[in-house]
């Protein structure tokens, strides 16, 4: 499974948009991106994933790039509740969390 | 409600003292798998499961051991605790082990602390 790179922290005026980045610079053809988040201490919840093609549901839209080295997930329209810590995940198998990336919507 | 529901929510124990943390999941999965998370250090994996009778390590399994004896049912079992395993636990399902898609949904979590 590629290891990814995200950055510690970010923060988000509330009502825009939340780009959070990804590098998975060493991520295989058959291996998926994920996407989680984990509020405060609770279960981490599923958000979106993907193989090569961007993706969107209700909750986020995932855009990979072309050579698939990195990946952007994006809160169209970030809320006070998106506080929480997002993890990219990039796999075949097993899930490796790494300690993600920190976002704080702010009022 | 599909959900994957472990207990207790909260364990204070104190060492050598056996115990173990039940996780149960009602959406038939295959896969069931457990983590725990210390402060600083993510998620870590302790074991996984791809069906039932099927057990192999995680990155962290010294000091657990786990059973599938039954499909829904991955329960985490400290034989000695030790004030080590401190931590936040989470049991997590999905449908199978492959990743095409087959997001993992994960449990409420059990703190345990060990003193």
């Known amino acids: 499974d590629a290891k990814t790179t995200q950055p510690p922290s970010m923060d988000c005026a509330e009502g825009r948009a939340a780009n959070l980045p990804c590098n998975h610079s060493t991520i295989s053809g058959n291996e998926y991106v994920y996407w989680y988040r984990q509020i405060h201490s609770q279960g981490p919840q599923y958000i979106i994933h993907?193989?090569?093609n961007n993706e969107t549901n209700e909750m986020a839209s995932l855009i990979i790039t072309e050579d698939r080295k990195s990946s952007t997930l994006i809160l169209p329209h970030a809320t006070l509740r998106d506080t929480a810590v997002y993890y990219c995940i990039a796999t075949g198998n097993q899930f490796y969390f790494g300690t993600g990336t920190s976002l704080t919507v702010i009022p | 409600e599909a959900q994957v529901t472990q207990n207790p929510r909260y364990l204070i124990t104190v060492t050598g003292k056996k115990l173990t943390v039940t996780c149960s999941q009602n959406?038939?999965?295959?896969?069931m798998s457990w983590y725990r998370q210390d402060p600083g250090l993510g998620l870590r994996q302790i074991y996984y499961?791809?069906?039932?009778?099927?057990?192999d390590k995680g990155d962290v399994p010294e000091g657990y051991k786990v059973s599938r004896k039954e499909k829904r049912n991955f329960p985490l079992i400290l034989e000695s605790p030790s004030p080590n395993q401190t931590s936040l636990y989470f049991c997590?399902?999905?449908?199978?082990?492959?990743?095409?898609?087959?997001?993992?949904?994960f449990g409420n979590g059990t703190r345990l602390t060990v003193t």
């Open positions: 959406m038939n999965h295959e896969y």
């Open positions: 997590a399902s999905s449908l199978t082990g492959k990743r095409y898609n087959s997001p993992l949904h």
């Open positions: 499961s791809m069906n039932v009778e099927v057990t």
């Open positions: 993907g193989l090569k």
